[in-house]
């Protein structure tokens, strides 16, 4: 069935069910947004109303339009996506309501979102951020806080995605060579990334050979298990609320990372490969850096300069 023919069919299933007019405009007119946004059409379907894509959409409205979109009006939009979610796993066009598994409490938080709309931090406030959160982890002892900061450098140091840092393994690490092999990007390609040697190498290294030798993954729970994206999420709107006063989501620290970049030299081609991105066009709203261009070395040498000093 397409597209088009699907809404028909959902505007038809939402009248049989009796509700006003209004509450069926609201939830055909949040299913239209997403699939505008998403550019879908009848090849790309099923993707785009997969867990992954899904996150991806709720996770921008928070933290690329923090002026339209309130979280009370976010947590309306998952429960209109849900439920159309409900209507194509009855028509068997998608297989479950991915919506079902997302804890939506740590996906939108509990946190203030910044008034002023932004979705990076900028040099000075990460270099900052970073030199705290090094000086936290060699104060603690504790598991948990040592993996949740360990966490928070890695999307700082590196551009992954929440969902790609959740299944690195100890294996994947190679500390001689200082990189993350097996990363499994979005769309199934494998890379490998460095391992920044200035911020992440050693707490890195001291919270895996403290804690996990023993276990596949290296993010793991208390019990030992691997942890869930919104363990990710939870732990950066933890770290950033205690240290920034306001929260943000992983994607942020993912902008972080693409505009230092930019900033300090790399083109856009050098940004999509480094983050993974399969189409340029999706690296390209990077370009508003352009105007703020310095002559820099690129992120193994960002903060060399203030180390000298």
């Known amino acids: ?6 809404l028909i069919q959902y505007k038809k299933f939402l009248n049989g069910k009796g509700f ?45 339009n923090v002026d339209n979109y309130k979280k009370s009006t976010v947590v309306k939009k998952i429960s209109s996506i849900s439920k159309f979610l409900d209507f194509l796993k009855r028509e068997k066009v998608i297989e479950k309501n991915y919506i079902k598994d997302i804890n939506r409490k740590e996906l939108v938080g509990k946190y203030k979102l910044q008034k002023t709309p932004t979705n990076y931090l900028d040099q000075k406030k990460i270099y900052t951020l970073t030199k705290t959160l090094l000086t936290e982890f060699d104060k603690s002892k504790d598991m948990i806080k040592r ?53 992440l190498f050693n707490p890195l290294k001291s919270y895996i050979e403290t804690f996990i030798d023993n ?57 999509q490969t480094m983050l993974g991105h399969k189409n340029i066009v999706s690296t390209e709203i990077y370009e508003h850096v352009n105007q703020i261009k310095k002559k820099y070395n690129l992120i193994k040498d960002f903060y060399n300069k203030d180390e000298a000093n």
């Open 215 to 271: 276990y596949s993954y290296i993010f793991i729970t208390k019990q030992y298990k691997k942890i869930s994206r919104q363990i990710v999420y939870k732990a950066v709107s933890n770290i950033s609320m205690k240290y920034l006063g306001y929260g943000i989501h992983p994607h942020s620290l993912r902008h972080s990372f693409a505009t230092a970049l930019i900033v300090n030299g790399a083109t856009t081609a050098q940004v």
């Open 1 to 6: 069935m397409s597209v088009e023919n699907l």
């Open 20 to 64: 006003s007019v209004e509450t069926v405009k609201t939830y055909f007119d949040d299913i239209n947004h997403y699939i505008k946004m998403n550019k879908i059409h009848d090849s790309n379907l099923k993707v785009m109303f997969q867990e992954d894509s899904l996150v991806k959409y709720f996770e921008d409205l928070l933290t690329l």
């Open 147 to 199: 993996r949740n900061i360990v966490i928070f450098l890695l999307l700082i140091f590196s551009g992954l995605r929440a969902s790609e840092i959740i299944n690195i393994k100890v294996n994947d690490i190679d500390f001689i060579n200082k990189e993350i092999k097996n990363i499994k990007r979005k769309g199934g390609k494998i890379t490998s990334i460095p391992i920044d040697n200035n911020y």
